[in-house]
């Protein structure tokens, strides 16, 4: 079946880096596009930016520019979101959801990685 | 970047009874070349990943009871769930796709059990 499984949770120090990855299985990986969502503590949902699973270009969300990069690999079909230089407000769950073909909708997730940054 | 803004934050319900949850978009998200509405609707339980209930505003996805329903065009949207079941506490987003990026939600409507 169609399905994205994240990596763990991860707890970092402030100015430390995280990568977390988001492994598709149960469909061809570059046909769909790939987009993250992060979602704070008890808040709502944000979007990070999407990348183009055939190019491998990235585009971002004004305020998810510089630290945070997305990037692939194909040959493992598996999209990755790197942050650098952590902050304590980047703590949140961030979600990986494939886009759907015929529109910007996000119908599969990624069961969520807890990030936390903390000192 | 077009801001979605929904209302109310939150809401109880009685069992069996309607719920109404409403989204505003600041401007259209209507195309006009194919009358679609580029507006999708979210459930999210707790410590689970968002759900797709509906997109183009009034499409329900495979799977979802038909309890629930999304109506409006333009600017103004509402989603209903027209028989509240315990299962249905969550909180619900809308989200538009007409103008990206960047993919805009809502601040989502907790929906409670009165």
């Known amino acids: 079946q169609v399905q994205l499984v994240q990596s763990g949770s991860e707890v970092k120090k402030p100015g430390a880096s995280v990568k977390v990855s988001c492994k598709a299985s149960?469909?061809?990986?570059?046909?769909?596009?790939m987009n993250w969502v992060r979602q704070a503590p008890g808040q709502g949902l944000e979007w990070v930016g999407w990348?183009?699973?055939?190019?491998?270009?990235?585009t971002y969300a004004q305020g998810f520019t510089g630290r945070f990069v997305l990037s692939l690999d194909t040959s493992v079909s598996t999209a990755y979101l790197h942050i650098t230089s952590l902050k304590a407000d980047d703590t949140a769950v961030y979600y990986c959801a494939r886009e759907e073909m015929t529109s910007i909708t996000l119908k599969v997730w990624g069961q969520g990685t807890l990030v936390t940054v903390s000192s | 970047d077009i801001v979605m803004t929904q209302s109310p934050d939150s809401l109880a319900v009685s069992l069996g009874e309607r719920a109404t949850i409403n989204c505003k978009s600041s401007?259209?998200?209507?195309?006009?070349?194919?009358?679609?509405?580029?507006l999708a609707w979210y459930q999210q339980k707790p410590g689970q990943p968002p759900k797709l209930l509906i997109s183009w505003a009034s499409s329900r996805e495979s799977g979802v009871p038909d309890r629930f329903s999304g109506s409006g065009s333009g600017t103004d949207f509402t989603l209903t769930i027209s028989s509240l079941q315990a299962e249905d506490v969550a909180v619900y987003y809308c989200q538009q796709y007409y103008s990206t990026p960047p993919v805009t939600f809502g601040g989502g409507t907790k929906v409670e059990i009165k």
């Open positions: 401007q259209s998200v209507l195309y006009y070349s194919n009358r679609k509405n580029y």
């Open positions: 990348i183009n699973t055939r190019t491998g270009i990235p």
């Open positions: 149960g469909y061809t990986f570059s046909s769909y596009a």
